[in-house]
Nanobody, 121 residues
Framework: QVELAESGGDLVQAGGSLTLSCAAAGITFSDNVSGWYRQAPGNQRDMVARITPGGSIDYAPSVKDRYTISRDDDKNIIFLQMNSLNPDDTAVYYC???????????????WGQGTQVTVSS
């Protein structure tokens, strides 16, 4: 059984920083395209950052240069370091892992339950 568990969401002031973590059981991040998505109220779930088994990384344009995704293969955890947060970053952040052959369909992968990030102005 696959389980992804996010943590680290919080209420933070604009300009602040947060680090999200996602621990996995039953799946190995380094074998999958792993990443972070976010969904604000009334919006669709959008990709924020993702990392391939080989270590290639993609970021959404809105977070590039502010967010950093990383992966600890020994502990099977992925992280999302978020800096210079602004109210537009407020959303539920979800962890995802999908086999490389399905990377264009993340919904076919595994999801965590989400963690709330709220940025106050």
């Amino acid at each position: 059984q696959v389980e992804l568990a996010e943590s680290g969401g919080d209420l933070v002031q604009a300009g602040g920083s947060l680090t999200l973590s996602c621990a996995a059981a039953g799946i190995t991040f380094s074998d999958n395209v792993s990443g972070w998505y976010r969904q604000a109220p009334g919006n669709q779930r959008d990709m924020v950052a993702r990392i391939t088994p080989g270590g290639s990384i993609d970021y959404a344009p809105s977070v590039k240069d502010r967010y950093t995704i990383s992966r600890d293969d020994d502990k099977n955890i992925i992280f999302l370091q978020m800096n210079s947060l602004n109210p537009d970053d407020t959303a539920v952040y979800y962890c995802n892992a999908v086999p490389p052959r399905l990377s264009h369909s993340p919904d076919l992968g595994s999801w965590g339950q989400g963690t709330q990030v709220t940025v106050s102005s």
